[in-house]
């Protein structure tokens, strides 16, 4: 059966991968578990507004950005983590 709508082109924009991030001088570990939380919110608003955002340059952005949050967590909790939770 043929679609009545068609899927959307592929964005080059979500075939990126964005690279590992490393932190060579994090802050210590109630600075991490506050930007932790900080990203964590700011990932959460930004998803419901992509979820309501046609598809389009700005839902890809809107994508990549959340994306690169969670790498930028992923960093963090790998340094709380080195550090054993607590400094």
């Given at each position: 059966?043929?679609?009545?709508?068609?899927?959307?082109?592929?964005?080059?924009?979500?075939?990126?991968?964005?690279?590992?991030?490393?932190?060579?001088?994090?802050?210590?570990?109630?600075?991490?578990?506050?930007?932790?939380?900080?990203?964590?919110?700011?990932?959460?608003?930004?998803?419901?507004?992509?979820?309501?955002?046609?598809?389009?340059?700005?839902?890809?952005?809107?994508?990549?950005n959340?994306?690169?949050?969670?790498?930028?967590?992923?960093?963090?909790?790998?340094?709380v983590?080195?550090?054993?939770?607590?400094?």
């Open positions: 059966m043929k679609k009545l709508v068609p899927d959307p082109p592929p964005s080059a924009l979500l075939l990126l991968d964005p690279p590992a991030i490393s932190l060579p001088e994090p802050p210590n570990t109630q600075e991490c578990n506050a930007l932790i939380c900080a990203l964590t919110l700011t990932i959460k608003l930004t998803s419901s507004v992509l979820l309501d955002s046609p598809q389009g340059p700005v839902r890809d952005a809107m994508g990549m959340i994306r690169l949050l969670c790498r930028m967590i992923n960093a963090l909790n790998k340094h983590g080195a550090q054993g939770g607590s400094q």
